[in-house]
């Protein structure tokens, strides 16, 4: 009996411990950013060893702020985010409101070709010909060309779910409306809308992540106009740039201005997040 | 079907029904023309060039030749596909293992495991290309953390330049994106583990099993789908990798990191000094989704015991 109790707490002590290293590890390149980001240049580039700068000064944010346009930068997220959550929410909602009540003709087969493009996996790939589709109708040189691709062009993952939720409220009360009168369109805008509410949540936290976090396409679209170019982008700019080795003290101030939103959203809202990622991939 | 029954009847329910479709199909219209124009046509501009040599502003039609020149020339092609598939294969070797065991470990319902299932999801929120920044700073050669701290407590003398070799850098790639994605593949894992009927451990108790037992013939065939389906997500996706190569090495040194997806992004942009090559790199987008899908195709065909286990 003894032994087997024994054995036990020498476990729990085990699996503590692997808790407690991969914890160490996990947190270890935020904090070191954090730290990093309140350090001197001077230390920056001379005492890599010490984590927790000698002397905190603030100087960094404030060159980053005003002299390395993060300011600017700062405000296209804003303004690339915003746009691309709200649009996501309506088209996404209404997607899937469309394909689960909607009836028309062909809509299965519209249906299937939205989900089949999801197989073709070209990922970054077709970022050129869509660069040069946005330059046919002029958006090619501004953050409207990513927030209009990405809006537009519809998100398999968000479908399958707004889809499935839809399914999950009754259809009588879309008939009780119907016989008083209310249109396909109308039942959308005072029946449906306001009853997905928590999914609405969900696919905002979700939307926002990709949005702010977004590389490549936001990077494409703004190469011939730096003055638009969202906080990642901005950052890795510094990074390609011949000076980038003076610039450590703005690479780490610019990586905590780009990770500290979204982590405190992330905090706030993990519920959502967790909820709205696991529905994403396993019905995706 | 039970909504159709109810209107056609009456020619005023007809119309009635009409015009729902017509609502319908005009709330639709903005996407689907945004998917076609975004989704589809891309992919015919890519199938249509591919057949042409073209820099941007001048194109020629010259047949398979782009295809001749990936399959028989292009060496630099198929070590970048190289690459994707050890970074690939190397770091799912860590990062699915690690994602189950600290599922496994969290499943349990001990103190704090809210704590640390919060804290392991929190890299996942965080930019692939700020992953990747983050870690080539930690990991710089002269005035980087880690050979700081390392040779602070003695384990080396002089510090690593840890991007000057293949190894070494892919390493540090594999590493940072082990740390940004473990945390999702914990959560599917944890999510799949709470729904394994709690009985079938009890009667495995009764008997007698022990724990490794227990995981072996109980746990992971009863995950066995959800498994199947994170493994495929997560080799897919990390074949795709481009943010983290491009904020890491670039393919530094010397093309050696490369891998495909910044390899054709390249040739497409002509990033980094390189010629814009618009029909090659169509042709080799052609490829490499063929690839990739025969690649997602007998990853399937392979799995299905693992789906099918139970």
Known sequence: ???????????????????????????????????????????????????????????????????????????????????IVVGTIITSTVAGYVFERGNFRYKNLIFGMVVS???????SLTLYPQLMIAKAFGINTSLWGVIIIRVLSMNVTNLFITRSYIRTISVEIDESAKVDGCS????????????????????????????????????????????????VVGIMNLKGSGAAASSWNLMLSGSSIAVIPMIIVYLIFNRYFIEGLTAGAVKG | MKNKNNYIGSSSQIKWYKKDSTQAILMIAPMLIGFFLFTYAPIVYILRYAFYESNGFKDTFIGIENF????????????????????????LAVEIPLALLLAVLLNKGRKGTGFFRITFFLPTVISAAIA?????????SFNGTVNGVLQSIGLIERPINWFSSRGSALFVVGFASVWNNFGINMIFFLMALQSVPKDLYECADLDGVNPIQRFFKITLPMIGPTFQVVLLNAIV??????????????????????????????????????????????????????????????YMKLSNKLGNSY
Request: hydrophobic residues 50%.
């Open chain 1, 117 to 123: 493009s999801m197989f073709v996996s070209l990922g």
């Open chain 1, 184 to 231: 396909f369109f109308r039942i959308y805008i005072s029946i449906i809308f306001p009853l997905l509410k928590p999914l609405i949540a969900t696919l905002a936290i979700l939307t926002f992540r990709f949005a702010w976090n977004d590389y490549l396409m936001p990077m494409v679209f703004t190469l011939s106009n730096p003055e638009r170019m969202p906080l």
């Open chain 2, 237 to 298: 996706g990390s074949l795709k990798m481009a943010d983290l190569i491009l904020s890491t090495t670039n393919g530094q040194p010397a093309g050696k990191t490369e891998v495909v997806m910044t390899y054709v992004f390249k040739y497409f942009f002509g990033y980094d000094g390189r010629a814009i090559e618009i029909g090659y790199a169509s042709a080799m987008a052609i490829v490499t989704a063929v690839i990739l899908a025969l690649i997602s195709g007998l």
């Open chain 1, 1 to 83: 009996m003894r032994s087997s109790k024994m054995k036990k707490i020498s476990g729990n002590i085990l699996i503590y411990l692997v808790l407690t290293v991969v914890f160490i590890v996990t947190i270890f390149p935020v904090f070191y950013t954090l730290m990093g980001s309140f350090k001197s240049n001077m230390e920056l580039l001379t005492n890599g060893g010490r984590i927790i700068p000698s002397e905190f000064v603030f100087d960094n944010y404030k060159e980053a702020w005003k002299l390395a346009n993060f300011k600017q930068y700062t405000s296209n997220s804003l303004f690339l985010a915003f746009f």
């Open chain 2, 132 to 140: 990747g920044l983050i870690f080539s700073l930690m990991f710089g």
């Open chain 2, 68 to 91: 001749i020149r990936v399959f028989t020339r292009d060496l630099a092609y198929w070590s970048s596909l190289k690459n994707a598939l050890v970074l690939t294969f190397g770091k």
